[in-house]
């Protein structure tokens, strides 16, 4: 069924509740939404500016963000490009869903100690953060997650095993997304 288009959007299909839980209703953002964002991150336990010290720590110098100062900029634009999208946070939502019922024991044959240990037999997390990072940034945000996957640098080395996988699989992606951006600006005439 899906959304009526009607504003505000009244259907019941789940996958329309469930995006407009996270601000993807027809309506502009309450305060409301932002707050169960923020909440959504604060549960995942990681901040926008962790995300963005996180990615800041695998930069590197590229045509359109040759600064630090400016990588951020361009970095955090990206990122909030990335958060405005309901598909997104489905995912997000996914990977913190996953990380809570595994740490209770509720997914079958995943008992918490085994769960804790990140054994290489699960793959389920990484091939939820190649879907993030493939989604927002395409097969050059796979190669990024890669790299944040691999060094786990900053806020991702403190995150459980799905969670470390998102968050590195949305930094990937959008970091591709930075050093296309900042490509793209430096090649256009002032």
């Known amino acids: 069924m899906g959304c009526s288009g009607v504003s ?45 010290d996180t990615a800041m720590m695998l930069w590197v110098p590229h045509p359109g963000v040759e600064t630090e100062a400016r990588a ?3 970095f955090s634009s990206e990122l909030r490009r990335a958060l405005a999208d309901p598909n997104v946070w489905v995912l997000l939502y996914a990977g913190v869903a996953l990380e809570r019922d595994a740490r209770q024991g ?18 389920a997390d ?7 990072s493939m989604y927002v940034g395409g097969y050059k ?20 095993p799905f969670l470390d996988d998102i968050v590195a699989g949305l930094i990937g992606g959008v970091s591709a997304n ?12 002032p």
């Open 178 to 189: 930075m050093y296309d951006r900042g490509a793209a600006d430096a090649a256009t005439p």
């Open 141 to 160: 945000g796979h190669f990024d997650y890669a790299r944040f996957d691999k060094l786990k640098p900053g806020v991702l080395k403190s995150l459980g």
């Open 72 to 74: 951020r900029e361009v």
């Open 8 to 52: 505000p959007c009244r259907c019941t299909d789940t996958s329309c509740v469930i995006l407009q839980s996270f601000g993807s209703s027809h309506e502009p953002e309450t305060e409301g939404v932002v707050m169960m964002k923020e909440e959504m991150l604060k549960e995942m336990g990681v901040t926008l500016d962790d995300m963005i």
């Open 106 to 123: 509720c997914i079958p044959n995943l008992d918490p100690v085994s769960y804790e240990k990140d054994l290489t037999c699960l793959i």
């Open 126 to 132: 990484e091939v939820l953060g190649m879907a993030i």
